[in-house]
């Protein structure tokens, strides 16, 4: 069956790679540049497609345009273009989310340039590096293919930083944005928002150097080994420790966010923090993360599952929980306001690399 859709979609390979080896090749080495008109008809009889279009001037302007749509149909693709001009901001970076059906704003980077030439557009967190073109002014226009979902809306934002952003803040380090442009399929109505879930998550106890898999993003279910640094810090929102000589010895299995863990555990842990020489180091921040003991039991964490089942959790004012037991269930609140469940399904007790702690979170989107 056939369904019609208004729709903004994501950057296919094809389009994305087309688009920058197009401007790579350019003489004056912008990354984004102005193509032609994509609406420009094939023959003069052809109806001319209105292109989905968002636009920001630095200091505002009459004929900004901070939403759009496009129409289209599953399984083609429609055109999308960006425009963002700045005078005295320095644009280095472009963050790109989506958000399918209220399911949460999820960094959005499905485009492979891996075996390409153009693999340098694209930063490890997965923003899109401005470094190649001018930096002021970027016109970019790419073919979008439309998703198949049933019913809902699926919202794209685009926002420009001057340094590493962060893709669940716009305001860290902004320039221009957050502009955005909507899907809306079948009804165009979203359902209740549910939990997201992650099951056995395993965190190890950490290394001096930084070498194991310690600190857990709810961003992208990920667990992130603490020296890969620089580009995944943004990403981190608590880490796990095991209780040593010094000031944790009492703390045994324990859970601290970014933002307090060196404090907490006692002893710096390389790469936790930048080097003098990274970008952005000196106003570089980790996330906060804070806790507290729940009250429900393992029924209780298995009954939740929409978004509003986690409303009553209150934040509290610890950035640490300590002494954590096998069927320990534990609210907190994140860095970005969403409020969640961990349950301690099994801890190998230890300071060695191999001893561990699993996890199941459900966490609003």
């Known amino acids: 069956m056939r369904k019609n859709v208004k729709s903004f979609v994501n950057l296919g390979l094809t389009g994305m790679a087309l688009c920058l080896f197009m401007a790579s090749c350019s003489n004056d080495d912008s990354v984004f540049q102005t193509p032609t008109d994509p609406t420009s008809p094939t023959d003069p009889g052809d109806p001319v497609a209105e292109v989905a279009t968002i636009m920001f001037t630095e200091g505002g302007a009459v004929d900004d345009k901070f939403t759009a749509e496009a129409n289209g149909e599953v399984g083609t693709k429609v055109p999308g273009r960006v425009i963002f001009t700045s005078t005295d901001i320095t644009q280095r970076r472009m963050y790109i989310t989506q958000n399918v059906s209220g399911g949460g704003d999820m960094p959005f980077n499905s485009f492979d340039l891996e075996d390409t030439e ?21 016109d970019f226009t790419f073919e979008l293919p439309v998703p198949d979902i049933d019913n809902g809306e ?37 359902p209740a928002a549910e939990v997201r879930s992650f099951t056995e998550e395993q965190l190890f106890a950490p290394d001096v150097n930084g070498n194991t898999a310690t600190f857990f993003s709810l961003l992208n279910e990920e667990v992130y080994k603490i020296n890969v640094g620089r580009e995944f810090r943004n990403f981190w929102d608590f880490g796990y420790y095991y209780g040593a000589a010094g000031v944790s010895k009492e703390d045994n299995a324990s859970f601290s966010s970014a933002q307090a863990y060196d ?28 806790f507290a003991e729940s009250t429900l039991d393992a029924d209780g964490f298995n009954g939740v599952t929409l978004s509003g ?35 301690v399904t099994e801890i190998r007790a230890g300071t060695g690399n191999l001893d561990f702690i699993k996890i199941d979170v459900k966490v609003q989107p």
């Open 118 to 138: 153009l693999k340098k557009v694209l930063n490890d967190d997965g923003s899109i590096d401005l470094d190649g073109s001018n930096k002021k002014d970027i």
């Open 154 to 190: 699926i919202v794209y934002s685009f926002w420009t930083t001057t340094g590493k952003g962060d893709f669940r803040d716009a305001t860290k380090r902004a320039a221009l944005g957050v502009g955005s442009i909507t899907v809306k399929v079948g009804n165009g109505t979203n």
């Open 263 to 290: 404090a907490s555990f006692g002893f710096p842990v390389e790469g936790l923090k930048p080097g003098a020489d990274e970008e952005n180091a000196a106003t570089e921040t980790l996330n906060e993360m804070f």
């Open 309 to 343: 089942d986690l409303d009553n959790i209150v934040k509290s004012d610890v950035q640490k929980i300590t002494n954590l037991a096998v069927g320990d269930v534990i609210e907190f609140v994140d860095n970005y306001g969403k409020k969640g469940l961990i349950r």
